[in-house]
């Protein structure tokens, strides 16, 4: 969809500074704009690649006229040799490195930050949201961890074979600081299962709705016979379909006096 | 709207029996239709009356060809005089009576029955998932009562001191057998919040929320500004277009093989 998407829409490498190293993120979105335009970070998972995140990327600026920022967490891309090492705490900054360098471009509406993540990503985003104002979440099949070990590579905790069981358990907001972040989220938000995920179990999905309920809208769907990684074509084209109509529901609706949201 | 629906919409008025007693429905439905449509139960609030959903069914029957069924729960309309007495298990039975007329229509599709219920009716709709077939759930400012004093007259209930703190506190879907309800819930679910409800408070739709994690699909709406009944215009209309686009959504994807839901 990269490809195909308007020509009006353009993608520009940026540098993202973080502890002395540099990340690279692509920044696709509208050119000749000159309104302010929501911002999207979309955040990939453990296992993704931000290449995986450039169509819905350029799916929303087209459609919606977003500021997308879509980029490598540290352990991948050019930094994959230290993917042995790198902890939560080590990716949490290249989130909120990468946020701030949205936020800090011309034309971003302050107001108007979504996060989009997947798995991992979706799990730091999350908590991104005690850290930096974010308006609008969309978490699709969001990981879950232990608060435990939050200094432990993160590869280490993947292998974990209390993982497996810690996501099988119904858990309260209180017992987990990603779902605890839920709790307090004031925005809207919208979850997506994967009807066949061989990585997060339903209960997870579960945890993480009933932890946002106090979210201004919750919008949850399930992609019907799809796996973790969306691996077949139609799979991530309702993804990104569903993304689209959300986020538009969301900016036309939030511009409305009395509307319903 | 009941009057500006196309003239192919018709209201009929139908008898439900119980208890020995006759209650009156009216079955809006567009005429001369030849394919089964999914049906849609309306349920009003204790201090509501049938033809307060009757612009409701006639925008769902002309918008989506639904077969729908307002009526009234007994201590309403014709049977106000029992209004001191009824208790809740009175109107659960007017619930499940009234259901069964709808799914008996010819022409309704029982893999397809909506529950669309306001305050004290979507309390009664979510017990009503306990003991008949519903695909698609609607909360409309959910009322939550204690599962204490089930035979004790719904009057005496709603100014029950208990009742205003009880609606303030965080329950689990084990505390509460309409949460229970939700809880076992596995169809799609829209809960419509009041922004100024002042009957209902946050909390209760938080606990709905958070008891509907199982559900298939989850829609959690906020109308802005609005109060508990509804009372003016706009509001009224944010809802019926929530439960036209929300219906509209679940039944179109509900048709597809492997679309998201």
Redesign the interface.
Same mark, same amino acid.
């Given at each position: 969809m990269g490809s195909s998407s308007p020509p009006w829409v353009r993608a520009e490498t940026v540098d993202i500074a973080v502890d002395g190293q540099r990340i690279e993120g692509a920044l696709v979105a509208p050119s000749g704009r000159r309104d302010e335009a929501p911002g999207v970070l979309l955040v990939h998972g453990w296992s993704g690649t931000p290449a995986g995140y450039l169509d819905e990327a350029h799916a929303l600026a087209a459609a919606l006229g977003c500021i997308c920022l879509t980029f490598d967490l540290r352990g991948h891309g050019e930094s994959e040799a230290q993917r042995e090492t790198l902890t939560r705490e080590d990716n949490m900054r290249d989130v909120m490195a990468a946020y701030d360098v949205l936020a800090g471009q011309q034309g971003v509406q302050k107001a108007c930050i979504a996060l989009v993540g997947s798995s991992y990503g979706a799990y730091l985003g999350a908590l991104l949201t005690y850290m930096r104002p974010v308006h609008l979440i969309a978490l699709r099949a969001p990981a879950l961890y232990t608060d435990d070990h939050w200094e432990m590579p993160k590869r280490k905790l993947r292998v974990d074979r209390e993982s497996a069981a810690y996501r099988r358990r119904s858990l309260r907001a209180e017992q987990n600081r990603a779902l605890g972040a839920c709790a307090q989220f004031l925005g809207d938000a919208l979850v %997506?299962e994967s009807a066949r995920d061989e990585v997060v179990p339903?209960p997870v %999905?579960?945890?993480y709705?009933?932890?946002?309920?106090?979210?201004?809208?919750?919008?949850?769907? %399930?992609?019907?016979?799809a796996d973790h990684a969306l691996s077949q074509e139609?799979?991530e084209r309702?993804?990104i379909?569903?993304l689209v109509s959300w986020l538009s529901e969301m900016i036309r609706d939030g511009a409305?006096?009395?509307?319903?949201?």
């Open positions: %997506v339903h %999905v579960a945890n709705i009933a932890a946002l309920a106090n979210a201004h809208s919750l919008t949850y769907r %399930v992609i019907e016979g139609p799979w309702a993804y379909e569903l409305g006096p009395a509307g319903a949201h």
